[in-house]
């Protein structure tokens, strides 16, 4: 879609525990890529794509920011928060603490960011619990119960894996449908 221009241009953030698969969604997003063994000294700031919602006609400019190491402090800053019309708020379905700690993430955007913000529940490395993988691991968080909790606290959700590519564009489309709803009905 190089030449195309935009109807909106989103915010995005990226946020959950140090080593969930934040920068590989982020990669996987923008560059149709997995990289097994990222640095994570050297974490992606910041990716672009754009994206097309046919149903609505509109083409998207998704500005996507990632904490790029900096939650592993605590010290995410307001200005990560300020602006951001979408967030994905990620776990690792092999990881039952980095699910508990989603609740501490969520707390923090609802503090800093804008009450309006759509947040989508991602439950990221879903291929690790796939039969026969290489690198099987045991699934921690079952589905239902993410969904459960997802729909308690009013979030978008689903399952993902950055290392296969399933449902990540998804999961950014359906957030940014849900923005582009929330624009036409003024909210
Ligand atoms: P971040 O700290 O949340 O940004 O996490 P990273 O993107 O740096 O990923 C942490 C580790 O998990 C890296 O070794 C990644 O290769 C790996 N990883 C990330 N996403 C997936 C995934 O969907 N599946 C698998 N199997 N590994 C993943």
Known sequence: ?????????????????????????????????FLSNPDPTLGVEFGS??????????????????????????SITRSYYRGAAGCLLVYDVTNRAS????????????????????CILVGNKVDLCDEGAANHKR???PTAEAEWWAKEEGLLFVEASAKSGRNVDWAFEEAARDILDKIKRGV
């Open 1 to 33: 879609m190089s030449g195309v221009t935009w109807h909106y241009v989103l915010k995005f953030i990226i946020t959950g525990d140090a080593a969930v698969g934040k920068s590989s969604l982020l990669v996987r997003l923008t560059d149709q890529r």
């Open 99 to 118: 699910f508990l700690d989603a609740r501490s993430w969520l707390a923090d955007v609802r503090a800093h960011a804008d009450p309006h913000l759509t």
């Open 139 to 141: 699934r921690e968080v």
């Open 49 to 74: 794509k754009l994206i097309e919602i046919p149903e609505e006609g509109k083409i998207i400019k998704l500005q996507c920011w990632d904490t790029a190491g900096t939650e592993s402090f605590r």
